[in-house]
């Protein structure tokens, strides 16, 4: 084995181990580092061994698409979110190949996001997104079949895909028609109005100032929302 060989044998080895410690399902990991499935499941052995706990889901056969992943309003948020955070790590490059170290540090900005909002509604963890559903969406904007767009209404950059299973364009303003007086943007909402009434003081800034002021626990600012 050539010394070139080998150094990029060792460069493979190390992503799959990162990607493996990451969560990443085996077939993620074989497309990405060229490695067999064999070679893999020594990984694992390896890992194991060195006493790392490895995820139970990662021999799944299946990797998403936008069909599974983007469903509705607030699927497309997540996706929005965690893809604008790769793209913001990752540069313009990610719209030509799939950067793992920028997937990386845009997946732990995501869960550090989501570990605050569980805080205020738990349901939001019914629709996070894992290593490898981020992986699946990166790999479709870098096939172009995915995409950003920005809304013509509110400006904001939003994630869209062609195989997406929704009709919502950008879901940062959409209003669903029979939306929940509970939805998790109104909870966001509220707490948002809370964090400038304690920031400006006293100062009126906001029509219903008062109620929200008041309420001095989550549970009350949840009571406010409804
Ligand atoms: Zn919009």
């Known amino acids: 084995m050539s010394r070139n060989t080998g150094a990029n044998w060792l460069k493979r080895w190390v992503t799959a181990r990162q990607m ?21 499941r ?46 913001q790590v990752g540069g313009e490059s990610v719209a030509t190949s799939i950067s793992i170290s920028a997937l990386d540090r845009a997946y732990r900005m995501y869960q550090a996001l989501l570990c605050e909002m569980a805080v205020i509604d738990p349901a939001i963890r019914n629709v996070t997104f894992t290593i490898s559903d981020a992986w699946c969406l990166a790999s479709e ?7 950003f767009e ?17 009709g919502i364009g ?24 809370r964090t400038l009434v304690t920031v400006a003081g006293t100062k009126p800034l906001l029509p219903d100032e008062n109620k929200i002021a008041a309420a001095s626990s989550k549970d009350e600012v949840l009571a406010v929302a409804k």
Do not use: W
């Open 42 to 87: 020594r990984l694992y052995r390896d890992l194991e061994d060195e006493g790392f706990k490895l995820d139970k889901n990662r021999t799944t056969r299946t990797t998403r698409s936008g069909a599974t992943l983007l469903l509705n309003q607030l699927s497309k948020i997540h996706a929005s979110l965690l893809m604008q955070l790769y793209r």
């Open 150 to 166: 920005t809304c013509d209404s509110c400006q904001c950059d939003f994630f869209t895909s062609i195989h997406q299973s929704t």
């Open 170 to 193: 950008c879901p940062f303003c959409y209003e669903a028609p029979n939306r929940s007086k509970h939805s998790t943007f109104e909870v966001l909402n509220n707490v948002e109005k």
């Open 20 to 40: 493996a410690l990451m969560g990443y399902v085996t077939r993620i990991i074989i497309l990405e580092t060229g490695l067999t499935d064999k070679q893999v």
């Open 141 to 147: 904007l870098r096939s172009e079949e995915a995409m």
